[in-house]
């Protein structure tokens, strides 16, 4: 099993990224997946989860409105849009198998920084 994330960087405040995860080894369009982000010093803290087929999203309160998850079971591939990006979304973002903790299966994850 491999979940391979990419598309972190740093951004400018009010900026957009746009993540990708991409996963291999286990049927992916079986799981539901999540996105995940832990900020220096803190503990995890669950972003956005979507269904197996898509068509049904989550999102903490925190970033609802800005960011989209999204995934394309074709390409084995899940995706966050994040826009409006401020300096407290700064964290390594993971992507994880599952739709809440306990995960089954993690990623490395990607690192995301906001600062002017």
């Known amino acids: 099993v491999q979940l391979v994330e990419s598309g972190g960087g740093m951004v400018q405040p009010g900026g957009s990224l746009r993540l990708s995860c991409a996963a291999s080894g286990f049927t992916f369009s079986s799981y539901d997946m999540s996105w995940v982000r832990q900020a220096p010093g803190k503990g995890p803290e669950w972003v956005s989860a979507?269904?197996?087929?898509?068509?049904?999203?989550y999102y903490a309160r925190s970033v609802k409105g800005r960011f989209t998850i999204s995934r394309d079971n074709a390409k084995n591939t899940l995706y966050l849009q994040m826009n409006s990006l401020k300096p407290e979304d700064t964290a390594l973002y993971y992507c994880?198998?599952?739709?809440?903790?306990?995960?089954?299966?993690w990623g490395q994850g990607t690192q995301v920084t906001v600062s002017s």
């Open positions: 994880a198998t599952g739709r809440r903790a306990p995960y089954k299966y």
């Open positions: 979507i269904n197996t087929g898509g068509g049904v999203t």
